[in-house]
């Protein structure tokens, strides 16, 4: 059995009972992420505890990049009875608008303790480069 102290838990359960808000899907919130660069790669982190890898949805229309992730109940047989659930269920999304520096054709998707990590290469014509300045009369000119 599960023993809980926290009052206002309690309430927030009874408060779901009365309005009718409790059941086996819940709203789930928003999906926290990290975005970082890493040389020419960016690199966006996103929290899906729980969450199966084939339960998961990317795509990629122009820039917009869209995660679903759906995280199921339990399968319980009809002799559980369930003491407390606080662990959100549903489905979780979340969009991001990539900039055009970003190669989205290459873009690659690991999931490793519920944390889905996508890199996005940058893309070549956004890289830096060398520009060669010439004389004026076709010649390249020869620094020393």
Known sequence: MLMRTDPFRELDRLTQQLLGTTGTWTRPSTVPMDAYREGDVYVIALDLPGVSPDAIDIDVERNMLTVKAERRPAANSEDVQ??????????????????????????????????????????????????????????KQISG
Do not use: C, H, N, W
């Open 82 to 139: 369930m003491e407390l659930s606080e662990r959100p269920l549903g489905v979780f999304s979340r969009q991001l608008m990539l900039a055009d520096t970003l190669d989205t054709e290459k873009i690659t998707a690991d999931y490793e303790a519920g944390v889905l990590t996508l890199r996005i290469p940058i893309a070549e014509r956004a890289k830096a480069r060398k520009i060669e300045v010439g004389r004026g009369d076709g010649r």
